[in-house]
């Protein structure tokens, strides 16, 4: 780990002028992922500004929507009442999500900014365009059980590693991003990058800028959702495919779906051409077969990682059937 310098902001305004005059400078809140890429020595910031003392960890029901303070732990979101009630996709991908002790530290704006968990990426001894551009991409033709399948190039094919933001990508959710000239709300459907060409290009976030909330928009079926994970083991792991999904059913039929699947895309995959192909088809597993069909559409495999095409079809079918239970 290469030698940085600490200070804690004690405001938004301090926290965004230090970036202003540190661009090289990273924010820190849990620190359970920019302090594993410091070990690795992916990240080699000379300043770490703790953003603690900000607060932000509000959980709340607002006009429109909950929303949820960036420096929220995934923990204490997952067991909101609130959440637990309107949105339990939420609860589930937080409760899958990493270990008891990294949920009680991770900060929500954290999570969904964290980096890839691709081997080659981690590891730089080894090409990847994301880390060095231009070095190219070792996991096309390496090691790649783990990697993407939707959203890939010839660029690179690491997959992305949250949960929650699979949730987050099916809800609609809105991030809130501080700047010095005020606040912006990005959907966070716009927020992720695909690689093409420019891999290291992984969000829209700016440089200095802060995410400081999440605007979770009111759905009315959001209680009749859920989050699927299949994974090599039960605990700690990161996910081989999910699916978050919500369902609203009536008389048999049904009138409206969210589906986004997690593990098998480069960035958090909705696909909104499965929930339309649900939209008055009826509540069966019949349809729900022919909706992951198209979930998947477009999606290649690299070898290792073929399986999780079947996988993640099988995964939305599961968890469509769990919401309809």
């Given amino acids: 780990m290469n030698p940085f310098a600490f200070t804690r902001a004690d405001s938004i305004a301090t926290a965004l002028s230090t970036m202003q005059r540190s661009p090289n400078a990273r924010f820190i809140a849990g620190g359970t992922n920019i302090l594993d890429l410091m070990k690795d020595d992916v990240e080699r910031p000379p300043l770490l500004v703790d953003i603690n003392a900000l607060g932000l960890r509000t959980i709340e029901q607002r006009p429109g929507g909950i929303y949820i303070g960036a420096l929220a732990r995934m ?3 997952a067991a909101h009442p609130l959440v637990r009630s309107a949105f339990p996709v939420i609860a589930v991908a937080l409760e899958e999500s990493a270990s008891p002790q990294l949920r009680n530290m991770a900060s929500i704006g954290g999570n969904v900014m964290q980096r890839t968990r691709c081997p080659y990426f981690r590891d730089t001894a080894t090409p990847c365009n994301k880390r060095q551009p231009g070095s190219g991409c070792g996991a096309i033709a390496g090691v790649n059980r783990m990697q993407a399948v939707l959203g890939t190039s010839d ?4 997959t992305h590693a949250s949960d929650v933001a699979v949730a987050f990508t099916a809800l609609d959710a809105v991030l809130h991003i501080a700047h010095p000239g005020g606040t ?9 990058s695909e690689p093409g060409r420019t891999p290291q290009i992984e969000n829209a976030l700016g440089r200095g800028e802060l995410i400081v909330g999440i605007m979770v928009p009111m759905l009315n079926f959001g209680a009749q959702s859920t989050y699927l994970k299949a994974r090599d083991r039960a605990q700690y792991e990161f996910a081989l495919a999910s699916a978050a999904v919500a369902l609203d059913r009536h008389g048999g039929m049904v009138r409206g779906a969210r589906i986004a699947l997690g593990g098998v895309g480069t960035r958090p995959w909705r696909s909104r051409a499965a929930e339309a192909a649900l939209v008055g088809a009826p509540a069966t597993r019949e349809s729900y077969q ?22 993640a079809k099988r995964v939305v ?3 469509l059937e769990m919401v309809s239970a």
């Fill in 184 to 192: 912006r709300e990005v959907p966070i459907g716009e927020f992720y």
């Fill in 290 to 311: 022919r909706a992951a069909e198209v979930a998947v559409r477009g999606a290649r495999g690299y070898g290792q990682n073929d399986f999780k095409i079947p996988l």
């Fill in 317 to 319: 079918v599961r968890a």
């Fill in 75 to 77: 923990s204490d979101i």
């Fill in 155 to 158: 660029h690179c094919i690491a």
